[in-house]
């Protein structure tokens, strides 16, 4: 790696992000104006070199990617248009043009200016909040809330912000009321988050704004090229390579609002299954305490309230994805744990299940991620931990204790993971040939491929995958796929065809630079004690994209990702989960393929299967409900505002309350289970993985025509 990125190895002439002075940050009066330092800047223009030099794409930053990234920073901070005017958009169109040559230079100045002036709009909206949570607040008129102003033009005045933020703390006092709160504790509440947000925002540093920035900045080229400075490069590393105590899901910053990206296999919030990407959470309490909302804050709070000691019990009010943020929170409580290798290993079930008059046993395989040991693999330990290992133990008891009749690998939620994995999993199914091409930036293509190891499964087999399958699990599964080996259930792919490399920018530095560095940082840092010792410089680490992955067929999974044989209905927004919804997102393209012999001839079978498939979907009740709830999500994404009229939305919720208490019961009757009464909990009964019990009636039927019978 150093090797190929030789050119950023500096002597200690190249130290002057001096040689172009930074132009004179223009000061934002009424607030402590936050400044850039030396490293920050030097960190920009190595940064810019590398994106140039080494990134996948060799995006050029020049003037059209400076546009990009101004609209992208601006969009980061103010999403909702909540706090700029647009008198403060106008004044920044001067940047429009200019950020490229800043950056290559190591000029920062435009970029805090305008994160100061977001903070001072940001002070004053929640100044004037406070004061509007005490105000006398009429609950009953017809007026509306426009939560989502994305799309609007930005407010003209302090006046415009300020009816909309006056109608933002009703609402906020009228969901309190709801939830069983006295108007006056209402106020107290509402008051007390506010004032919560100004004390952290207060707390934001130079290091906070430049990572905002640099998000911004990245997401602009690449959604998958990461700039991560010292404290989050630690936090990446050390969940990645040892373990996660807390709730086990990964979030971001979306419209103000903590939003779940990915759940992590192993954690509570997977183990509960009450939390999915695409989750909102708007509030935290620790234990039985009251609720803190962490709207508004900072991703790393958010984080430190949601994370802590092991055993811990936290709740959380969520926003389901698909509902709108006016929607009432769900309560979710969870018991934090360690989110360890252990927790995240491949996992067996058996099912019966009838087809024409006959009874398969079906093994179903959870695959939550395709993880390897690398540590111990390379220490030499025999007994190291693998996704193939595991699966491959699992197979042996399925087949010789089990004796299951069909296998079905379910990859759902499983967002990828070590390549040689990818690899060697498909090993077990397949004996030899090409599995996955990997071109690099050079234009240079590789071929993974197998040599003849001995199969572990030769029978009838499937796979489920859906919009949160990626990486890794889309070469699996397309693989399977390609050599026609087995029969792919679910929805699209994820469509993640990247590879990133984790490149230290302090090892890409020469060291004399980095003590020169160090020293200018400790002359100019006012905030230490006389005598202190002086701090070392951590440039931060940055995840580049630098290769491309495609199928053996020359496809690329990149965009696209896999489409199944036999499509199921998606929980998911396609146009809002996965690599199609990225706008910076490399396309899809193709090279040659690499040389293969199908193992099958499925093309008839996998016909009679989806017309088998799709009568039960169609009579299935379940399936019925959720193409509805399906419709609803995206009728209401498509919503931004909400009436005002307290009793209005109390019915609302009421009406939906006891719609989705009558759909529990029905779902239950269709089961032959009893139904439950009002007030009654929901039991384990009414989790029911349809997708699942529908792929396994896809293998009885596969299983149960000719062909299938057939070894391939």
């Known amino acids: 790696m150093l090797g190929r990125l030789s050119f950023v190895f500096f002597t200690a002439a190249v130290l002057a992000c001096q040689a172009a002075p930074p132009k004179t940050q223009p000061v934002v009066e009424g607030i402590k104006n936050i400044k850039p330092d030396i490293q920050q800047q030097f960190v920009m223009k190595e940064v810019v070199g590398l994106i140039e030099n080494y990134n996948y794409k060799r995006i050029k930053i020049n003037d059209s990617v400076s546009s990009i990234i101004l609209d992208q920073y601006i969009k980061s901070l103010d999403q909702g248009k909540n706090y700029f005017l647009s008198s403060d958009i106008k004044e920044f169109e001067k940047y429009r043009y200019e950020l490229d040559d800043d950056f290559k230079n190591g000029d920062l100045s435009a970029p805090f200016f305008i994160y100061n002036t977001y903070a001072k709009r940001l002070n004053e909206r929640l100044d004037y909040a406070i004061v509007q949570a005490k105000a006398d607040v009429k609950f009953g008129q017809n007026d509306t809330y426009v939560y989502d102003r994305s799309k609007m033009p930005w407010p003209a005045s302090t006046a415009e912000l300020n009816d909309t933020w006056k109608r933002r703390v009703k609402y906020e006092l009228i969901n309190l009321n709801l939830a069983g709160s006295v108007p006056a504790k209402s106020v107290e509440t509402v008051s007390k988050n506010y004032q919560d947000l100004k004390t952290q925002i207060g707390k934001i540093n130079n290091q906070d704004v430049f990572q905002m920035l640099m998000d911004a900045f990245t997401a602009s080229l690449d959604p998958h090229t990461n700039y991560f400075n010292a404290s989050n490069a630690a936090s990446f590393n050390e969940e990645m390579s040892r373990s996660i105590v807390g709730i086990g899901a990964l979030l971001m910053i979306e419209n103000e609002v903590p939003k779940i990206v990915s759940v992590v296999p192993g954690g509570p919030a997977a183990k509960g299954k009450q939390l999915s990407p695409g989750d909102r959470i708007v509030a935290v309490a620790q234990g039985d305490a009251p609720f803190v909302s962490i709207v508004g804050w900072r991703l790393d709070v958010s984080i430190t309230k949601i994370k802590g000691a092991k055993g811990t019990k936290v709740r959380l009010k969520v926003i389901p994805d698909g509902k709108e943020l006016s929607s009432e929170p769900v309560i979710i409580e969870l018991i934090r744990d360690k989110v360890i290798q252990e927790a995240q290993s491949a996992q067996k079930s058996v099912k019966t299940v009838k087809s024409n008059g006959k009874d398969y046993k079906v093994g179903v395989i959870y695959v939550p991620a395709f993880y390897l040991d690398f540590d111990a693999a390379r220490a030499g330990d025999k007994n190291f931990k693998s996704t193939t290992r595991d699966v491959k133990r699992l197979i042996d008891t399925l087949k010789n204790q089990d004796k299951v009749d069909g296998i079905v ?232 505002s909400v009436t005002l009229n307290e009793a209005k939305i109390k019915k609302e919720r009421d009406d939906q309350e006891a719609e989705n208490f009558t759909r529990r019961n029905e779902l239950r009757v269709y089961r032959g289970l009893p139904v439950l009464k009002k007030g009654d909990k929901a039991t384990k009964d009414d989790s029911f993985d349809f997708i699942e019990d529908e792929s396994v009636k896809v293998m009885a039927d596969f299983m149960g025509l000719s062909l299938a019978n057939k070894k391939v």
């Open 409 to 640: 690998m379910d990859l759902r939620g499983n967002g990828g993971g070590a390549l040689l994995e990818a690899v060697s999993l498909a090993g077990l199914f397949i004996d030899k040939g090409p599995i996955v091409q990997v071109k690099n930036l050079s234009g240079k293509t590789r071929v993974e491929s197998l040599s003849g190891d001995e199969l572990s499964w030769t029978g009838p087999l499937g796979v489920i995958v859906d919009r949160s399958s990626a990486s890794s699990s889309e070469i699996f599964t397309g693989v399977i796929q390609d050599y026609d080996r087995g029969i792919v259930m679910g929805s699209q792919t994820y469509g993640k065809g990247t590879v990133q490399s984790v490149i230290d920018l302090n090892r890409l530095v020469n060291p004399e630079v980095l003590k020169k560095m160090a020293a200018i940082i400790n002359q100019n840092d006012t905030t230490k004690e006389k005598g202190a010792n002086p701090a070392a410089v951590n440039l931060g680490q940055i995840n580049l994209t630098m290769d491309k992955y495609y199928r053996i067929t020359g496809s690329s999974t990149q965009h696209k990702g896999v489409n199944p044989d036999i499509t199921f209905p998606s929980r998911y927004q396609m146009d809002k989960i996965g690599e199609s919804s990225q706008p910076s997102a490399l396309s899809w393209d193709v090279i040659n393929s690499a040389t293969f012999q199908p193992l099958g001839n499925l093309a008839a079978v996998k016909a009679e299967l989806v017309k088998r498939s799709e009568k039960r979907v169609a009579e299935s009740l379940y399936f019925k409900f959720f193409k509805q709830n399906l419709a609803e999500a995206k009728k209401r994404s498509n919503e931004r």
